[in-house]
């Protein structure tokens, strides 16, 4: 399994922004043959999709809740994916976690969470009304 570490959480106030990174301690060049995933829990809610890259960086996908307000992106030279977040309001609190794909080379951007094998310890997310 590969090990993650995600950063860029933290308190900001609705209609602000932040840019969540996740990148692997355990680089190897297979990492950048796997898709990328955002989920996110927020207290007392089941974890949910929030985002996610294919391999190759041309095919994302995105919840409804945050289309048009975050961004996925991945920096495969640096084994790290990004999520930018604009706009976030109050519901957007939460632990938001990334994870990597189970199957190499997938076409598409999977948005399960059984099609994700690895997870990081998540970052915190508050949004402030």
């Known amino acids: 399994q590969v090990q993650l570490v995600e950063s860029g959480g933290g308190l900001v106030q609705a209609g602000g922004s932040l840019r969540l990174s996740c990148s692997s301690v355990?680089?190897?060049?297979?990492?950048?043959?796997?898709?990328k995933g955002w989920f996110r829990q927020a207290p007392g809610k089941e974890r949910e999709f929030v985002a996610s890259i294919s391999w190759s960086g041309t095919s994302t996908d995105y919840a409804d809740s945050v289309k048009g307000r975050f961004s996925i992106s991945r920096d495969n030279a640096k084994d790290t994916v990004y999520l930018q977040m604009y706009s976030l309001k109050p519901e957007d609190t939460a632990v938001y976690y990334c994870a990597v794909d189970n199957e190499p080379l997938r076409s598409g951007s999977p948005r399960l969470e059984t099609d994700f094998g690895s997870w990081g310890q998540g970052t915190q997310v508050t949004v402030s009304s």
């Open positions: 355990t680089s190897t060049l297979t990492f950048r043959k796997f898709a």
